[in-house]
């Protein structure tokens, strides 16, 4: 059974930076194309960041110069940097993981607050 397992979650003050986790039990890691979304309640999963088997990535323009997708293959986890966080990037971070078929992890929390 596919596992996606997301950490890095917590409470940040304005301006502050958190780094996401998501580890993948997947059998071939390295195909898949890894995206992170999030999430405000009452409203749809959007999309974050992208980041292809060959390591084009891809970010959402609310994002973009703050954010860092990359990934570490040998180690089947995805990461998220994120930088000058904003009260608006709270939201839960959902990891994907799609080639073929989708997969998605739990969720971690993002809380931007002073």
């Known amino acids: 059974q596919v596992q996606l397992v997301e950490s890095g979650g917590g409470l940040v003050q304005p301006g502050g930076s958190l780094r996401l986790s998501c580890a993948a039990s997947?059998?071939?890691?390295?195909?898949?194309?890894m995206r992170w979304y999030r999430q405000v309640p009452g409203k749809q999963r959007d999309f974050v960041a992208s980041i292809t088997s060959g390591g084009s990535t891809n970010y959402a323009d609310s994002v973009k110069g703050r954010f860092t997708i990359s990934r570490a293959n040998a180690k089947n986890t995805v990461f998220l940097q994120m930088n000058s966080l904003k009260p608006e990037d709270t939201a839960v971070y959902y990891c994907?993981?799609?080639?073929?078929?989708?997969?998605w992890g739990q969720g971690t929390q993002v809380t931007v607050s002073s």
């Open positions: 994907n993981a799609n080639y073929i078929q989708n997969y």
């Open positions: 997947l059998s071939i890691f390295s195909i898949y194309t």
